[in-house]
C-alpha cells in the first residue's frame, strides 16, 4: 500500500500542489452530505520549541547544508562506534558472586557480557511466554457481533492501485452488517480515484477526495471521518486483508473500552518479508509485554483499529504534521486516558517491505518518527500530570532501548574473545524458540506457509536496528526536512 507517512505495509509519496481547477472535477457523486464539525486544535503550553521537522534541520545556505550533513555522518559514525566499543568494554568487566552454604564458600566469577546474555533470555522468555498466554486467552471463544452500531471503515489511498482490492473486498466480506466503506483518495492520485470508483458500485462502499488537507495520511483520515456520521470508526491500510470477524469482534468491546487495536501479521513471501514477519513477532507485540503488563499504556495506530467516535474527537484525531501519526496518537490516547483494548484475534494479513533498501529506508523513517514524537512530548510535558511524565519516560526508552541494542553485537563479541561462546545459545535459543512458536500458531490463525531458514537471521535484527536509531537521531537533529521514504507495494 501507499500511505503518505507510510507504516508498515505502505507505500509512501509527496503530494505537491493541487490545481484548484483539477480539484472541480472530482466526482464527489458517492459522497453523502453530512456535516460534521470538526474537533477544534490541540492548545498546547510548549516549555521548549517544537516544531514538526528537524531539531536543526536544513536551513541557511548551501554551506550550512553541507556543515549540517557532515555533522550527520560523523556524528553517526562515531556514535555508532563509540556504543560498540563502550559494550565491549562494558562486557569484559567482571562480576564476583560470593555464595556461602554452611561450610562452603562458592565465589562465583561472571563477565558482564554473560549476564547479558542470562537477561536477553530472561527478557525474551518472559515476554514470549506472556504474549503466548495472550494469543491463547484472546483465541479462546472470541465475541463476535453482527450490529451493534454503525460503522465507517476508513481506507486512506494513495497511489495503491495494485494493492486497494485486497483491503476493499476483505471488507466488503465482513460479517458486520452496519459496515461502511469509505475510500479516501489524494486530489493528484487520479489512477486511484478511478479504481475506488470501480468498488463504489457496491452500496457500501463510497469514495472520498482529501480536499481539506491533501498529503498525509492522517490528514486523509481526519477528512474522511469528519464526512461520516457513524457511531464508530475504523481506520485500516489500502493493502490490509482484515479477517471477516475483526470488525464485529472489536464492536463487542466498545462498550467496555474506547479504542480496540488489532493486530497486523506482515506476509512472509520471502526472505526479507519473513525478516519483517519475524521482527513484527519479537520487537512489537512479544517486545511490549513488561510495558503492557505495567502500566496502562497500549498502541492505538492507523490501521486495524476501531474506536469510538467520542474518542476520535477527544484527542483531536490524527496529526498530519507527525511523521509516525500512529505512534503519535498512541501517547496523546494515554494522556487523555482513554481505554485500549489490544486484540489479537482475527488478525489482519499485510504487506512486508520487499527488499533490504526498502526495509532500511522504512525502519529509518519510523525511528525518525519516534524522535519527532518524543521531541514534542518533551516540549509539552507536564511535570504535574503523571501520564504526560510517564509518556515521555516510555518514548525515551524505546528510543534508548533500540541504541542499546546496537551493544549487543559488542556483548556477544566479547564471549567469543573469551571463548564462552557457549552462551551464544541461550538467548538465541529464547528468540528462536518463541519466533517458531508463534509463526506455527499464525498457521493456523492467519494461514501462513510453514517456517523456513529465514529465522536463523534474526539475530542480526537488533544490532541493525540500534544502527537504524543512531541514524534516525542525528538526521532528525541535523539533516531531516521533513520528507519520508517511499517503499513500492502492490
Given at each position: ?15 505537491g500542489v493541487t490545481d484548484p481547477e483539477r480539484e472541480e472535477s472530482h466526482d464527489f457523486s458517492r459522497v453523502e452530505d453530512v456535516n460534521i464539525a470538526v474537533p477544534p486544535p490541540r492548545h498546547r503550553t510548549a516549555m521548549v520549541s517544537y516544531q514538526p521537522r528537524g531539531f536543526i534541520g536544513l536551513s541557511g545556505n ?75 486467552l484472546d483465541g479462546r471463544s472470541p465475541t463476535v457481533q453482527t450490529e451493534g452500531g454503525t460503522v465507517a471503515a476508513i481506507v486512506p489511498v494513495y497511489q495503491d492501485v495494485q494493492a486497494l482490492s485486497r483491503s476493499i473486498q476483505g471488507l466488503l466480506a465482513s460479517t458486520y452488517d452496519d459496515l461502511s466503506v469509505y475510500i479516501v483518495c489524494e486530489p493528484d492520485d487520479h489512477a486511484s480515484q478511478r479504481r475506488a ?294
Amino acid at each position: 500500500m501507499t500511505d503518505h507517512h507510510g507504516r508498515e505495509g505502505a507505500s509512501v509519496g509527496v503530494v505537491g500542489v493541487t490545481d484548484p481547477e483539477r480539484e472541480e472535477s472530482h466526482d464527489f457523486s458517492r459522497v453523502e452530505d453530512v456535516n460534521i464539525a470538526v474537533p477544534p486544535p490541540r492548545h498546547r503550553t510548549a516549555m521548549v520549541s517544537y516544531q514538526p521537522r528537524g531539531f536543526i534541520g536544513l536551513s541557511g545556505n548551501h554551506s550550512t547544508m553541507g556543515i549540517t550533513r557532515w555533522i550527520d555522518r560523523v556524528g553517526f559514525v562515531s556514535t555508532s562506534g563509540g556504543i560498540l566499543a563502550s559494550g565491549f568494554l562494558q562486557g569484559l568487566g567482571v562480576l564476583s558472586v560470593r555464595i556461602e552454604l554452611a561450610s562452603i564458600v562458592l565465589v562465583v566469577i561472571l563477565f558482564h557480557a554473560v549476564l547479558s546474555s542470562i537477561s536477553i533470555t530472561a527478557f525474551v522468555g518472559v515476554s514470549g511466554l506472556l504474549f503466548g498466554v495472550k494469543l491463547g486467552l484472546d483465541g479462546r471463544s472470541p465475541t463476535v457481533q453482527t450490529e451493534g452500531g454503525t460503522v465507517a471503515a476508513i481506507v486512506p489511498v494513495y497511489q495503491d492501485v495494485q494493492a486497494l482490492s485486497r483491503s476493499i473486498q476483505g471488507l466488503l466480506a465482513s460479517t458486520y452488517d452496519d459496515l461502511s466503506v469509505y475510500i479516501v483518495c489524494e486530489p493528484d492520485d487520479h489512477a486511484s480515484q478511478r479504481r475506488a470508483r470501480e468498488f463504489a458500485d457496491h452500496d457500501r462502499v463510497h469514495v472520498l477526495v482529501n480536499v481539506t488537507d491533501p498529503g498525509s495520511k492522517a490528514s486523509a483520515i481526519n477528512h474522511a471521518i469528519n464526512q461520516t456520521a457513524s457511531e464508530y470508526v475504523a481506520v485500516f491500510d489500502a493493502d490490509e486483508c482484515i479477517h471477516p470477524s475483526f470488525v464485529g469482534h472489536a464492536v463487542s468491546h466498545l462498550d467496555r473500552y474506547d479504542i480496540v487495536q488489532g493486530r497486523t501479521v506482515p506476509e512472509p513471501t520471502g526472505a526479507v518479508e519473513s525478516v519483517a514477519y519475524y521482527e513484527s513477532i519479537l520487537l512489537s507485540y512479544v517486545g511490549r509485554r513488561l510495558l503492557y503488563l505495567l502500566t496502562a499504556f497500549r498502541i492505538a495506530s492507523s490501521r486495524a483499529v476501531v474506536m469510538r467516535r467520542s474518542a476520535f474527537e477527544r484527542v483531536g484525531g490524527y496529526d498530519p504534521e507527525m511523521l509516525t501519526e500512529d505512534f503519535e496518537f498512541a501517547y496523546r490516547c494515554y494522556q487523555h486516558r482513554l481505554s485500549v483494548r489490544e486484540t489479537l484475534a482475527y488478525p489482519s494479513r499485510i504487506e512486508a517491505a520487499h527488499s533490504l533498501r526498502d526495509w532500511w529506508g522504512q525502519r529509518k523513517r519510523w525511528m525518525t518518527g519516534y524522535v519527532q514524537v518524543f521531541h514534542r512530548l518533551v516540549a509539552e510535558i507536564n511535570p504535574f500530570d503523571s501520564r504526560s511524565v510517564l509518556s515521555t519516560a516510555v518514548c525515551a526508552g524505546t528510543i534508548v532501548g533500540n541504541v542499546l541494542m546496537l551493544s549487543l553485537l559488542s556483548k556477544f563479541l566479547v564471549l567469543l574473545v573469551v571463548e564462552a561462546e557457549a552462551w551464544f545459545l541461550p538467548p538465541i535459543g529464547a528468540v528462536g524458540a518463541v519466533a517458531l512458536t508463534v509463526h506455527l500458531s499464525d498457521i493456523r490463525r492467519v494461514g501462513l506457509s510453514r517456517p523456513g531458514v529465514y529465522w536463523l537471521v534474526i539475530p542480526a535484527l537488533f544490532p541493525l536496528y540500534g544502527l537504524t536509531m543512531v541514524k534516525a537521531v542525528f538526521e532528525y537533529l541535523f539533516t531531516w526536512d521533513g520528507s519520508w521514504y517511499s517503499v513500492e507495494k502492490g
